[in-house]
């Protein structure tokens, strides 16, 4: 059983992850640093993937070049291209992927807490809710590519391994 619930929450986290990745790839460049802040859309999404993943919460730094400033509510100091953002969601993807394929009732049990204690989730339940929000960006960035361009990347029905 444990190994079907690993398998199927990597299917369709991994989709997400996938889906956000097809929408960052997609964006011609004309729009990816317009009013509509596509790029910052696409950041946020990918610093909190990085920090839901972090099983030690108040020990989490973002990768470099990356800043803290979405915890300050606060835009980054500037633009981040779209080479530095798709190579952030490798680097997630693939975090994410190992996190879960080593994952066993017991460490799915654990508590993730961040530092305020606001957010007191056991882990299993943290990788839901991180899914969620990775999806939820993941089709914000797809409407302003529709809106933008008329067109948006597929439905992924499952992650690409």
Not at 130 to 146: I, S, W
């Amino acid at each position: 059983m444990q190994n079907t619930i690993n398998q199927s929450l990597w299917n369709q986290f991994g989709a997400s992850i996938d889906m956000l990745k097809n929408a960052i790839s997609f964006c011609p460049e004309a729009h990816w640093n317009t009013d509509s802040k596509f790029w910052y859309h696409a950041f946020h999404c990918l610093f909190f993937l990085d920090y839901y993943l972090c099983m030690q919460p108040a020990s989490f730094k973002p990768r470099a070049p990356f800043t803290e400033s979405e915890f300050e509510d606060q835009l980054p100091e500037r633009v981040y291209t779209k080479r530095e953002l798709l190579d952030y969601l490798q680097a997630s993807r693939d975090k994410c992927k190992e996190l879960i394929t080593n994952l066993d009732a017991e460490k799915m049990e654990s508590r993730w807490i961040n530092s305020s204690g606001s957010m007191d989730y056991s882990v299993f339940e943290i990788l839901l809710y991180n899914l969620r929000h990775v999806q939820h960006h993941a089709a914000q960035l797809n409407l302003l590519l529709r809106q933008a361009t008329n067109d948006a990347p597929e439905w992924v029905f499952r992650a690409d391994s």
